[in-house]
C-alpha cells in the first residue's frame, strides 16, 4: 500500500499567488515525520520543511509553511506568493519511528510538478 | 547547511563497463548514507541505506552483487554499477544523515545522471 500519495501529478500558479501542494499519507505509527522536498531541473533535492507528529503548531519556513491535518493524515505544503523560481518538482516524504530513532528513511510521494506563470 | 557532494555528474559508458559514482559529505561526518534511484518524472526509490565500516542493507529487489556499496569513511559512500545494461541508465541520488544532529536533518547530493549505451 502507498505510504505517501500526492494526487496532483501538475499544478500551475500565477506569480505572486499562493498554491497548496497536496500529501496524505497512512501510517499506524504514532511517531513519524513528514518532509518536504524541491527538485529543480538541475535534479538535486532540497529539504524545505519538516513537520514531527507531536509537534503542537504547524511547521513554517519562510514562505514555505505545512499544513498538518492529523486527524486527516495530511501535510499539504503551501508556498505563499510564489516566485518564477519555485517551478520545480515537489515531493512529500514520511519518515515512521520518529521517537525510537526510526529508520532513518523517508518514503517519498510521487511529486508534483509546480510551474510558476509570470 | 551541510552540503554533499556527488561525482560525477553525469556519465555516459557503454553496455558491460562499470561506473562508480561517489558521495561525500563535506563540511560532516555522516555514519549513514543512501543512495537511491530515480527515473524520469517518478519518485525517488531508495536502493540501500549504507553504513560506515559495515556492509550496506539493500532494498527488496536491488541486486547487490550489480550495486556495490562501500562507505569506507565518515565522508564518503561508493556507488558502482557492475556490467551496466543500458536499463541501468537512470540519475543516482545519494544522501547523508548528519551524525549527531536533528535526526530529521538530511541531505541529499546533486545526484549523477548515467546513460549507459
Known amino acids: 500500500a502507498q505510504k505517501i500519495t500526492q494526487t496532483q501529478p501538475g499544478m500551475f500558479v500565477q506569480e505572486k499567488e499562493a498554491v497548496t501542494l497536496d500529501c496524505t499519507y497512512d501510517?499506524?505509527?504514532?511517531?513519524?515525520?513528514l518532509f518536504w522536498y524541491k527538485q529543480p531541473s538541475s535534479g538535486e533535492m532540497i529539504f524545505l520543511i519538516y513537520q514531527g507528529s507531536y509537534d503542537q503548531q504547524n511547521a513554517t519556513e519562510g514562505r514555505y509553511s505545512l499544513n498538518f491535518q492529523k486527524a486527516r493524515k495530511s501535510a499539504n505544503l503551501v508556498i505563499s506568493a510564489s516566485q518564477l523560481g519555485d517551478s520545480a518538482m515537489y515531493f512529500c516524504?514520511?519518515?515512521?519511528?520518529?521517537?525510537?530513532?526510526?529508520?532513518?528513511?523517508?518514503?517519498f510521494g510521487r511529486g508534483t510538478s509546480l510551474i510558476v506563470h509570470p | 547547511g551541510a552540503v554533499v557532494s556527488q561525482h560525477p555528474s553525469w556519465v555516459i559508458c557503454k553496455s558491460g563497463t562499470s561506473v562508480k559514482i561517489e558521495c561525500r559529505s563535506l563540511?560532516?561526518?555522516?555514519?549513514?548514507m543512501f543512495w537511491y534511484r530515480q527515473f524520469p518524472k517518478q519518485s525517488l526509490m531508495l536502493m540501500a541505506t549504507?553504513?560506515?565500516?559495515?556492509?550496506?542493507?539493500?532494498e527488496q529487489g536491488v541486486e547487490k552483487d550489480k550495486f556495490l556499496i562501500n562507505h569506507a569513511s565518515l565522508t564518503l559512500s561508493t556507488l558502482t554499477v557492475t556490467s551496466a545494461h543500458p536499463e541501468d541508465s537512470s540519475f543516482y541520488i545519494c544522501?547523508?544523515?548528519?551524525?549527531?544532529?536533528?535526526?530529521?536533518?538530511?541531505?541529499f547530493g546533486p545526484g549523477t545522471r548515467l546513460t549507459v549505451t
Open positions: 563540511d560532516f561526518q555522516a555514519t549513514t
Open positions: 516524504a514520511m519518515r515512521e519511528g520518529e521517537a525510537s530513532g526510526g529508520s532513518y528513511i523517508p518514503t
Open positions: 544522501s547523508a544523515r548528519v551524525s549527531g544532529r536533528l535526526s530529521y536533518e538530511q541531505y
Open positions: 501510517t499506524s505509527d504514532p511517531s513519524y515525520g
Open positions: 549504507s553504513n560506515e565500516g559495515s556492509k550496506a542493507t539493500y
